[in-house]
Nanobody, 126 residues
């Protein structure tokens, strides 16, 4: 079993920054993807960013590329999502998820992820 706990959400003005953390525990291996998804009211859950649990390899949605970074703190088993230049359209519940790599399936799809956190709310005011 794997447990994921997100923290760091809040209310911020447009142009501001927030840093989210995902604390991972349990049987999670370096090859696993740890990803961030978000879901705004009335919209489908969408991929934001991913990193291998080893800390190697990063992937971003086009909508956040250049504004968000993802990193791994190995000492603390944390995955960080640094969000800069935030926009009102970034408002959503942000979820951390993890999955082993699956041949023939894309890490951008929420369907491949076995384990999810409960989410943390990010609200960006205009």
């Amino acid at each position: 079993q794997v447990q994921l706990v997100e923290s760091g959400g809040g209310l911020v003005q447009a142009g501001g920054s927030l840093r989210l953390s995902c604390a991972a525990s349990g049987r999670i291996y370096d090859s696993y993807f740890v990803s961030w998804f978000r879901q705004a009211p009335g919209k489908e859950r969408e991929f934001v960013a991913a990193i291998r649990y080893s800390g190697e390899g990063t992937w971003f949605a086009e909508s956040v590329r250049g504004r968000f970074t993802i990193s791994k703190d190995s000492a603390k088993s944390l995955v960080w999502l640094q969000m800069n230049s935030l926009k009102p359209e970034d408002t959503a519940v942000y979820y951390c998820a993890t999955s082993p790599p699956r041949i023939g399936e894309t890490l951008y799809s929420s369907a491949i992820y076995n384990y999810w956190g409960k989410g943390t709310q990010v609200t960006v005011s205009s």
